[in-house]
């Protein structure tokens, strides 16, 4: 690895966090033989680490200290106090089963799924390099290409504490450098031009809290010397909320549930290794988006109505004006007949809503094979927060995505849930699933509304998908960047990640983050006059 040391005379910019949007910016800002850039990242190099590589070796990171944050956040109140982890496939008859199923439920694929615009069902390529078949990622495609660049510095296992924040003779502040740790020794390095935040939407509110900047109440509780005076940093948390149901499938169906046996195993694995074939290719998913069918009929258009009157209205007067206008777009989606609320997923192994650590929710504890239906809400109406636990940065912060305080969330995702065993006992799906099988939760009652809420409250996961709490948005509107990402009163700092999207995209967030950290890029070359 090609300059993997600090050095004393500075860089022109300092990347904190090597993860997707930290090393797109450190290939496109070192094109320029001049920039100097700095990429400081708290994990370890595992480019050539197999269970990286291996797309259907995924769950095997979950809830490992070496690979895995492993945040959990508060208790949720409207989950009865549970904990929810937030962790920082292959084509089977399931997926090529899955377009037809709804082409059946008149819900066939509309238009091109990349175009945003479409319904129905599809399955897609997931993150995988068509090449080799190993798992395709920041690393392996912006970093490793360009890492023998003299000008561009990686530096692991360095954990930043702290952005270096000066006062300027105009009052205002100048980011300087940053303070972090690496092999045990904390060190100090200067940023000629600026300090970039790639660390996500939880990680970047946290150092910006730690370094001075945020709610001064939450900075005096931790001991923190505020500042700047910033109460929107952390708030605006936006995660979606996620459960599903186990169907058992027939007897000769294969799933990655088979995984179980330590000679399929053995098998899955001489496959892979000699010709990149079989379960750990695990590359394709299956997806489909779909209006919520019950308020489709003339008398569910007037129960939506009366539903959206009676919550959106009692908003109190002192709503933020950003949450107002999310809470107008979200209800026009709601009243469209062709635009989905949900994510509908479909897994072939078996899931489990009901546990809270990542590792048992993907773990294969029964003896049948199953097929998993996932739901997720696309945009949900509850708005969470982050927040500094200490003013160490070792201490993880308080994370409180607020799961279901909205009546609308559960009123959504619950009649969803009633909608998959229509799903189910679709053909050509209905011939899949074993008849008179189980059913996991073995308890699950989707029958009425109120039955489909309370599982869904029973039953919530993370859609991993935080982000939201360092909004692109105007200061009157919560936000703490401008529309260049610049930190607003803070010479020299941007954050760029998830955690400036003011509000949550309806498909996964992945695209997204590559999408604005190549624009961010282009954005810091014009204002610094870099070719």
Same mark, same amino acid.
């Given at each position: 690895m090609a300059g993997n040391t600090a050095d004393d005379g500075g860089f022109d910019f300092i990347i904190v966090g090597g993860g997707t949007s930290g090393l797109v910016l450190a290939n496109r800002l070192t094109e320029h033989p001049h920039n100097s850039v700095l990429v400081l990242g708290a994990g370890t190099d595992r480019l050539e680490d197999p269970k990286i590589t291996t797309p259907g070796l995924l769950t095997q990171l979950y809830d490992e200290p070496q690979y895995d944050w492993s945040f959990d956040t508060v208790p949720q109140v409207n989950l009865y106090g549970k904990r929810v982890s937030h962790s920082r496939e292959f084509y089977s008859p399931l997926d090529k089963a899955w377009p037809e199923i709804f082409k059946n439920l008149k819900f066939p694929l509309t238009s091109d799924p990349l175009s945003g615009e479409s319904s129905g069902g599809f399955s897609y390529l997931s993150t995988v390099s068509p090449g080799n078949w190993e798992r395709s990622h920041a690393g392996s495609a912006y970093y490793t290409p360009v890492a023998e660049r003299l000008n561009l510095h990686l530096l692991t296992e360095s954990l930043v504490e702290r952005i270096i924040l000066e006062k300027q003779l105009s009052g205002a502040f100048a980011a300087k450098g940053v303070s972090f740790v690496h092999n045990g020794v904390q060190q100090f390095q200067t940023a000629k031009k600026e300090v970039i935040l790639c660390t996500g939407a939880f990680e970047s509110p946290q150092l910006l809290e730690i370094s001075g900047i945020g709610h001064p109440i939450i900075l005096h509780n931790h001991n923190v010397e505020v500042l700047l005076d910033n109460p929107y940093i952390g708030e605006n948390l936006q995660d979606r909320p996620m459960t599903g149901i186990l169907f058992e499938v027939i007897d000769d169906l294969a799933t990655i549930d088979m995984v179980r046996d330590p000679q399929v195993v053995k098998r899955v694995q001489e496959a892979y290794q000699s010709s990149r074939q079989g379960p750990l290719t695990s590359s394709f998913h299956t997806i489909a988006s779909l209006p919520i069918v019950e308020f489709l009929s003339k008398e569910g258009r007037l129960e939506l109505q009366s539903l959206l009157d009676r919550y959106i209205g009692l908003r109190s007067p002192s709503t933020e004006l950003s949450?107002?206008?999310?809470?107008?777009?979200?209800?026009?989606? =709601?009243?469209?007949? +062709?635009?989905? %609320?949900?994510?509908?997923?479909?897994?072939?192994?078996?899931?489990?809503?009901?546990?809270?650590?990542? /590792?048992?929710?993907?773990?294969?504890?029964?003896?049948?094979?199953?097929? +998993?239906? =996932?739901?997720?809400? *696309?945009?949900?109406?509850?708005?969470?927060?982050?927040?500094?636990? %200490?003013?160490?940065? +070792?201490?993880?912060?308080?994370?409180?995505?607020?799961?279901?305080?909205?009546p609308l969330d559960l009123e959504i995702l619950a009649r969803y849930m009633?909608?998959?065993?229509?799903? *189910? *006992?679709?053909?050509?799906?209905?011939?899949?699933?074993?008849?008179?099988?189980?059913?996991?939760?073995? %308890?699950?009652? =989707?029958?009425?509304? $109120? +039955?489909? /809420?309370?599982?869904? /409250?029973?039953?919530?996961?993370?859609?991993?998908?935080?982000?939201?709490?360092? *909004?692109?948005?105007?200061? $009157?509107?919560?936000?703490?960047?401008?529309?260049? =990402?610049?930190?607003?009163?803070?010479?020299?700092?941007?954050?760029?990640?998830?955690?400036?999207?003011?509000?949550?995209?309806?498909?996964?967030?992945?695209s997204s983050v590559y999408a604005v950290a190549e624009r961010a890029a282009d954005l810091i070359k014009e204002d610094w006059g870099i070719a």
């Open positions: 949450i107002e206008k999310q809470h107008a777009l979200l209800r026009s989606v =709601l009243e469209s007949s +062709s635009e989905s %609320s949900a994510i509908i997923d479909m897994g072939a192994s078996q899931m489990h809503f009901d546990q809270a650590l990542q /590792k048992d929710i993907y773990a294969i504890t029964e003896q049948e094979n199953y097929m +998993s239906f =996932l739901v997720a809400l *696309a945009q949900p109406f509850s708005r969470g927060s982050v927040h500094v636990r %200490s003013k160490s940065i +070792s201490d993880p912060p308080d994370i409180d995505p607020c799961y279901l305080p909205e009633k909608y998959i065993p229509t799903i *189910a *006992a679709t053909e050509p799906l209905a011939f899949l699933i074993k008849n008179g099988g189980r059913h996991l939760p073995d %308890s699950t009652n =989707l029958e009425t509304l $109120d +039955s489909a /809420k309370e599982y869904c /409250k029973r039953n919530i996961i993370t859609n991993n998908h935080p982000c939201g709490t360092c *909004a692109v948005l105007p200061i $009157d509107q919560g936000g703490l960047v401008d529309a260049r =990402l610049k930190v607003r009163d803070v010479d020299g700092l941007r954050v760029i990640d998830a955690s400036i999207f003011p509000m949550i995209p309806r498909g996964n967030i992945q």
